[in-house]
């Protein structure tokens, strides 16, 4: 199954957001909790909280973010 490439663009947020809260949800667990028998429930919170959060994060700045790199970068 493909999806249309109409929808690149959510996709391409919805991975990124994805990616960055697993990461960053896993990293302040360990920081916070320690290895230990809390561990994995606290992370599965944190991570649903954090890709609650970015995901639409990430669809709102996508847009301008792309405005910015357009005004600083040049053809090459």
Known sequence: MKI???????????IMAFCMALVMSFVMTVLNVGFNERFF???VRGFAIGFAVSLPTSIAVS???RKIVDKITRES
């Open 4 to 14: 249309s490439k109409k929808y690149s663009g959510l996709l391409v947020s919805a």
């Open 41 to 43: 429930l606290a992370w």
């Open 63 to 65: 847009s301008s973010a």
